[in-house]
């Protein structure tokens, strides 16, 4: 239990974000429709808006993570509150 403590304190060795996809048969199979989606779609564009097509898609990846993050911060808490209500 400690060392999960500890591990938790020290933010692990590998960040949570890094096993997105590992062990998700359904993530990765979204994740290969999406690259090809974006693929097809990268060809019609006109060049003069690719540009903002990935900044779109940046934009898009950011609001991901900041809601994976949120996620699991949120399920850590009700975790907590989980444990102390079975402790009490």
Not at 14 to 43: C, M, T, W
Request: hydrophobic share 40%; charged share 20%; glycine share 8%.
């Amino acid at each position: 239990m400690n060392q999960l403590i500890k591990s938790i304190y020290n933010g692990f060795d590998v960040p949570p974000s890094d096993y997105i996809g590992r062990y998700s048969p359904d993530y990765n199979k979204y994740r290969e429709n999406a690259f090809h989606a974006e693929q097809e779609l990268r060809i019609k564009i006109p060049a003069e808006l690719i540009a903002e097509f990935d900044n779109c898609m940046e934009l898009h990846l950011l609001m991901v993570m900041a809601a994976g993050q949120d996620g699991f911060i949120h399920g850590f808490r009700m975790g907590g509150k989980l444990m102390v209500q079975t402790l009490t």
